[in-house]
Structures are given as structure tokens and as C-alpha cells.
């Protein structure tokens, strides 16, 4: 079972996500699992209305040869979403590494041209 995350008290000093920071920066970590925590990751919700936006975005496009997604597609995409580690992980996740992680699942099923892939996650 996933672990629900709980902020330490603490931090711990790690290398620093911007260097105009400084080259290390207190972090806050996990008092349970120990998963140091990153910044910005969102929830599974975000990436379900990024589907929308991405379906809404082909059939706009449908004169540019563009297919909206079919039932099965949208299914097989939101069921891999449902059981991914990274974008069900907002506490450990950036927000770019599930963008990321979304386009990939999304491109496993479809070929969608990147333009789409932007508007629908940025
Ligand atoms: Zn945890």
C-alpha cells in the first residue's frame, strides 16, 4: 500500500533544485518512508482533465488528419495513469517529471504531435 506521506520536522541538506540558490538547501522528507519531498508535483486529478483537454485539442483538429481518441485509448490511457507511481506521487514527484511520465504513457497508445501534447500539459 502506498504510504500517505508524512513532513518531517526536520530537513536534511541535499543538493539544491535551483543553483542560484546555493549548491545545497534544506529539504523536508517523508517521517515515514523517507522519500525526500519535491516541489510542485500535482494530483492524478490534474493529468484526468489533461486528457480532456487533449481530446478536446484532436477533435478541434480533426480537419488537420488529427483522430479524436477512441473509448479503448482513453480507457487503456487512464487505466496506466491510475497505477502510475509518478503521477499518483505528488509528494515525491516534480510536476515536470509527471508531464513527462504522461506523455510517455500517452505516446505508448497513440501518436499525438507534440504541439497537442503542450496544450493539453504544458
Ligand atoms: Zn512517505
Same mark, same amino acid.
Given at each position: 500500500?502506498?504510504?500517505? +506521506?508524512?513532513?518531517?520536522?526536520? $530537513?536534511?541538506?541535499? +543538493?539544491?533544485?535551483?543553483?542560484?540558490? #546555493?549548491? %545545497?538547501?534544506? @529539504? @523536508?522528507?517523508?517521517?515515514?518512508?523517507?522519500?525526500?519531498?519535491?516541489?510542485? #508535483?500535482?494530483?492524478?486529478?490534474? &493529468?484526468?482533465?489533461?486528457?480532456?483537454?487533449?481530446?478536446?485539442?484532436?477533435?478541434?483538429?480533426?480537419?488537420?488528419?488529427?483522430?479524436?481518441?477512441?473509448?479503448?485509448? @482513453? @480507457?487503456?490511457?487512464?487505466?496506466?495513469?491510475? $497505477?502510475?507511481? %509518478?503521477?499518483?506521487?505528488?509528494?515525491? $514527484?516534480?510536476?515536470?517529471?509527471?508531464?513527462?511520465?504522461?506523455? &510517455?504513457?500517452?505516446?505508448?497508445?497513440?501518436?499525438?504531435?507534440?504541439?497537442?501534447?503542450?496544450?493539453? &500539459?504544458?
Amino acid at each position: 500500500m502506498a504510504c500517505a +506521506h508524512i513532513t518531517s520536522d526536520e $530537513s536534511v541538506y541535499l +543538493h539544491a533544485l535551483q543553483p542560484t540558490r #546555493g549548491p %545545497v538547501e534544506a @529539504r @523536508r522528507y517523508c517521517a515515514s518512508c523517507g522519500l525526500i519531498k519535491e516541489g510542485g #508535483g500535482r494530483k492524478l486529478g490534474h &493529468f484526468i482533465n489533461g486528457l480532456a483537454i487533449l481530446d478536446r485539442e484532436l477533435w478541434k483538429r480533426k480537419r488537420q488528419d488529427l483522430k479524436p481518441l477512441t473509448d479503448v485509448e @482513453r @480507457r487503456l490511457v487512464a487505466k496506466a495513469m491510475e $497505477s502510475d507511481p %509518478v503521477l499518483n506521487d505528488a509528494y515525491g $514527484s516534480t510536476l515536470r517529471m509527471q508531464i513527462d511520465r504522461m506523455q &510517455f504513457i500517452i505516446l505508448k497508445y497513440r501518436q499525438v504531435p507534440e504541439c497537442v501534447l503542450e496544450v493539453a &500539459f504544458g
